[in-house]
């Protein structure tokens, strides 16, 4: 199967190119003639790649890997994708799906295999497949920012593989995944605090935002004492300024806590709603 995007019209880096090269060449290397399609989709797409972004990757196949191939992408994976401060190298997100399993849609869907930077350890200590279950809410998510705006590297067009998410599938798969994103609040503080940005501003107004414009959304929206918190997740996302949160941790949980209420306030309603002709778009 022929690649069908030059990567040097794509406006990113020569490192960042060289590592989607490299994913390219390990899952047409593993699939063959079963590869079905691989997306370029989210900040590389959408908003631009920061300095802390992750380079999204969704892989659609006629079959399931074996355990053998799982570890053969988490071997190559671990060495392709980065920590941008030690290795100038950005972390990869690559997502595999058997088409099967999406295709006809039905909630919740089910993943093959998933590479995150936050399962580097338990990949590093042979844990190739860390995850409790293959069900998975969030593909109601990828699959909808891939079909609203990726780019084609190997295969066909993704709606030529991929179902248009439900839109209340799509609000279910956001309310399934607060639970463990308040968990992380401590340990993964900015992206916990865009990815919350990212949820309010989407359940009321139906659109996806990159994280710098969700966190611009919010900004103005919240109350004025928790401003700060949201402007210094920004300025860290886009590299503006270093990780630190010392200086205002007494806010940090109030923000999150009326972010999330918030969004739950408006996706409770639209749950409640008889309306099914509504979409998500992409801005």
């Keep these: 199967m022929k690649r069908e995007v030059n990567l040097a019209k794509l406006k990113l880096n020569s490192n960042v190119k060289k590592q989607i090269h490299k994913c390219l060449d390990l899952v047409m290397e593993i699939f063959g003639q079963d ?3 691989i997306y370029l989709y989210g900040s590389s797409i959408v908003g631009g790649l920061q300095k802390y972004s992750d380079i999204d990757v969704f892989v659609v196949s006629n079959r399931a890997t074996t355990r053998e191939e799982k570890a053969k992408l988490v071997t190559a994976l671990l060495q392709i994708s980065g920590i941008y401060m030690k290795s100038k ?5 690559m997502t595999i799906v058997e088409k099967s399993e999406i295709n006809p849609w039905y909630y919740p869907p089910r993943f093959d295999f998933q590479y995150g930077d936050w399962l580097r350890k338990q990949f590093e200590h042979g844990n190739i497949e860390p995850w409790p279950v293959k069900e998975m ?3 109601a998510l990828l699959v909808t920012q891939v ?3 990726s780019t084609t590297l190997v295969g066909v067009n993704p709606d030529q593989l991929l179902c248009k998410v ?3 599938d799509f609000m279910t798969a956001i309310i399934d995944g607060l639970p463990n994103l308040m968990s992380d609040l401590d340990s993964d503080v900015r992206n916990v605090l865009l990815t919350f940005a990212r949820i309010w501003s989407t359940v009321a107004t139906d659109a996806i935002r990159s994280k710098p414009a969700a966190a611009d959304w919010v900004i103005n929206r919240l109350p004025e004492k928790y401003r700060p918190v949201m402007e210094r997740a920004k300025a ?3 590299g503006e300024e270093k990780e630190h949160w010392d200086d205002i941790q007494e806010l940090i949980k109030p923000c999150a806590d009326f972010m999330l209420c918030e969004a739950n306030d408006k996706i409770a309603e639209i749950i409640l709603s008889d309306n099914v002709d509504k979409s998500i778009k992409i801005v």
Excluded: R
Aim: aromatic share 4%.
């Design 166 to 168: 439900p839109y209340k």
């Design 147 to 149: 079909l609203l705006a």
């Design 236 to 238: 860290i996302c886009k």
């Design 137 to 139: 809410p969030d593909l």
């Design 35 to 37: 590869l079905l399609g």
């Design 89 to 93: 190298k950005l972390p990869i997100e």
